[in-house]
């Protein structure tokens, strides 16, 4: 028998330097094996579609089923139905922009199953330790598997077996395809053996394709974290002293006073011109306000944020003076506002030249900002640390993906601009038949409503009846990156989106006539 030493103590007592020829490393690589023979079953040679989200499935059953004993912590069962949730978009759509989000939460799971998640406000810190580590991990782990099975007494023996044999086998294949080429009779016989299955198995993708996903899998049922010590604070812009002339309290103060006047008269502006309907000098619209001003206000934000957190930092002398305290609520409460009007103004702005992919992140962003001020001021109020302030922006950040991975932008886009449209209202920009190109097959339901719509001349009509044709190219869909790929017959490659896509290009395979309008 091969000599496999049982594991002692929990999975967070392990160092680097304990054995990896254990019981538990044992039991681990049969389930990696098992993992890379679904990735085969899913992924070759199939595109990328549900076969993603049934993968990470598979993954979240392998860890719970490594560390059953986790599942009695409530915390283990929390991130467990939030890993779940989190690879459900990837039924929804094949964008893989998603997957290191679905394999992040997977990945969390796992650190908390086998121990060593700390507690909420070093989540950080840890995933950047299991982050770094990972990608080397099953090279490493395999070099120091082979290393300590050669000490072994049965494990040692096939070690050298191996490599004694491994010069001998590699000439012989040299000269039997040698022999093959200068006997025609061996190379008759040679033939008649079908090694096609063989061939297909050794194939450079699939191949490819094992080692993918063993790379990826094996730091998640194995995880381990990279061993580091935190450098001692220093003196400097980041901590400065407690108290000092350049970032004292009577700087901070004269700072925050200067900087609530200041933003005091941008706020005032935007009331009079965004809320209070007063109107603008000439030569100025309100589309040329509101483009002009929204993304420095957002900068400006996050500037403000910085400020505030040195200002407020633990043992700083603005910590415990009521006088900044009050004075910082201020500034934070008119940031706030600001990025309120950015995004109103920006609401302005895409109200005359309609919606883009780009204008839609910078709102999503510009929310995020103002989320973010949200938690400066609650980790003040609620005496928290910045470390507790960095995981939970976070995980705002990852929630905030996790509601756009749903989001059909195309047919968001194309619905919105069709709606406001100067073809559709009379007035406004025109539609760009060029980005709904580039938008995809996504688009085709908004302009088919336009057609049917009836507001269109008839030169207009056949240009748009045009368009929409060629978005449509038989039994071919556009992916994230503006490719062209055959529609997937195969289940691994479903996705609902697509899945509703062609629904409704089943039911609706030509551009309609327009509807009989009735006075």
């Not at 459900?88 to 799971?109: K, R």
């Not at 869909?477 to 289940?491: A, L, M």
Request: charged share 15%; glycine share 6%.
């Amino acid at each position: 028998m091969i000599d496999l030493t049982s594991e002692a103590g929990t999975p967070s007592e392990r160092t680097p330097s304990e054995p990896i020829w254990t019981k538990r490393t044992a039991i681990t690589a049969g389930a990696l094996a098992v993992l890379i023979a679904i990735a085969d079953l899913l992924f070759w040679p199939y595109d990328l579609g549900i076969n993603t989200a049934l993968y990470c499935l598979a993954l979240i059953v392998a860890v719970l089923a490594l560390n059953p004993e986790a599942l009695k912590q409530r915390r283990t069962i929390v991130l467990t139905v939030a890993a779940v949730l989190a690879v459900l978009p990837l039924a929804e759509s094949s964008n893989i922009l998603w997957w290191p989000m679905a394999l992040g939460l997977v990945s969390l799971l796992a650190v908390d199953a086998s121990g060593l998640l700390p507690k909420f406000e070093d989540w950080f810190g840890t995933a950047v330790r299991f982050g770094v580590l990972s990608p080397v991990r099953l090279i490493a782990d395999g070099f120091r598997l082979l290393g300590e099975a050669g000490e072994q007494k049965l494990g040692g023996y096939l070690v050298r077996l191996i490599l004694v044999w491994i010069v001998p086998i590699a000439f012989a294949l040299v000269f039997a395809f040698l022999f093959l080429v200068a006997n025609p009779v061996l190379e008759l016989g040679f033939h008649t053996i079908h090694l096609e299955r063989l061939f297909e198995l050794l194939d450079p993708a699939r191949i490819f394709i094992w080692g993918f996903f063993a790379a990826i899998s094996w730091p998640i049922l194995s995880p381990k974290l990279l061993a580091w010590t935190a450098l001692p604070e220093v003196q400097g812009p980041v901590r400065p002293k407690p108290e000092s002339v350049v970032f004292g309290s009577t700087a901070i103060g004269n700072s925050l006073i200067v900087f609530n006047a200041l933003f005091a008269v941008q706020t005032v502006m935007d009331l009079m011109y965004l809320w209070g309907g007063v109107r603008l000098p000439d030569g100025v619209t309100y589309a040329d306000y509101a483009h002009h001003a929204a993304y420095p206000l957002i900068i400006t934000a996050v500037l403000a944020g910085a400020f505030v957190l040195a200002a407020m930092r633990k043992d700083g002398p603005g910590r415990n003076d009521p006088l900044i305290r009050n004075l910082v609520y201020l500034w934070i409460g008119q940031n706030v506002w600001l990025v309120i009007s950015s995004i109103l103004r920006l609401k302005l702005y895409v109200e005359v030249y309609l919606l883009t992919e780009l204008r839609i992140v910078a709102g999503i962003w510009m929310l995020l900002v103002a989320v973010g001020l949200i938690l400066i001021l609650a980790k003040i109020v609620l005496d928290k640390s910045n470390r507790w302030l960095v995981v939970s922006n976070c995980v705002l950040l990852v929630l905030a993906l996790y509601a756009i991975a749903w989001i059909d932008f195309p047919a968001v886009i194309s619905r919105y601009n069709v709606e406001h449209s100067r073809e559709m209202t009379g007035q406004g920009v025109g539609l760009d038949l060029d980005y709904f190109h580039r938008l995809g097959p996504g688009t085709i339901p908004a302009i088919d409503e336009l057609l049917r719509s009836g507001v269109l001349p008839p030169m207009e009509q056949q240009r748009f009846a045009d368009a929409r044709d060629s978005i449509k190219m038989p039994e071919v869909f556009f992916d994230e990156f503006q490719t062209t790929r055959f529609t997937p017959r195969e289940w691994q490659a479903w996705t609902w989106r697509e899945d509703r896509l062609r629904r409704y290009l089943d039911d609706h395979p030509f551009a309609p006539a327009p509807e009989a309008r009735h006075n």
